[in-house]
């Protein structure tokens, strides 16, 4: 089991910054690729970003790149979500996952999914 808790969230003007961190405990954190994802009132579960279990790897969606950072650090059982140049469409609640495989992150069938925090931008 792995348990995933999400903090940092909070409200920010357009254009501003937040880092949103997810703390990991339980199996060993540095096996799994590690995700965020979003969930906008109304709509669907969004893919946001994925990282490799090394750091190695990372992917993004595009309606965030070159605007969020993920990273990680395994030292401390933590995954990053820097995020920068905010818009009034990024507000949502944010959630890590964490799988074995970052095609399973990806994908949104992580097994293990943190509770939530949410980020709200005012125009």
């Known amino acids: 089991q792995v348990q995933l808790v999400e903090s940092g969230g909070g409200l920010v003007q357009a254009g501003g910054s937040l880092r949103l961190s997810c703390a990991a405990s339980g199996r060993t954190f540095s096996s799994y690729a590690m995700g965020w994802f979003r969930q906008a009132p109304g709509k669907e579960r969004e893919f946001v970003a994925v990282i490799s279990w090394s750091g190695g790897r990372t992917y993004y969606a595009d309606s965030v790149k070159g605007r969020f950072t993920i990273s990680r650090d395994n030292a401390k059982n933590t995954v990053y979500l820097q995020m920068n140049s905010l818009k009034p469409e990024d507000t949502a609640v944010y959630y890590c996952?964490?799988?074995?495989?970052?095609?399973?992150?990806?994908?949104?069938?992580?097994?293990?999914w943190g509770q939530g925090t949410q980020v709200t931008v005012s125009s």
């Open positions: 996952a964490a799988e074995e495989s970052s095609l399973a992150v990806v994908a949104g069938t992580a097994d293990y």
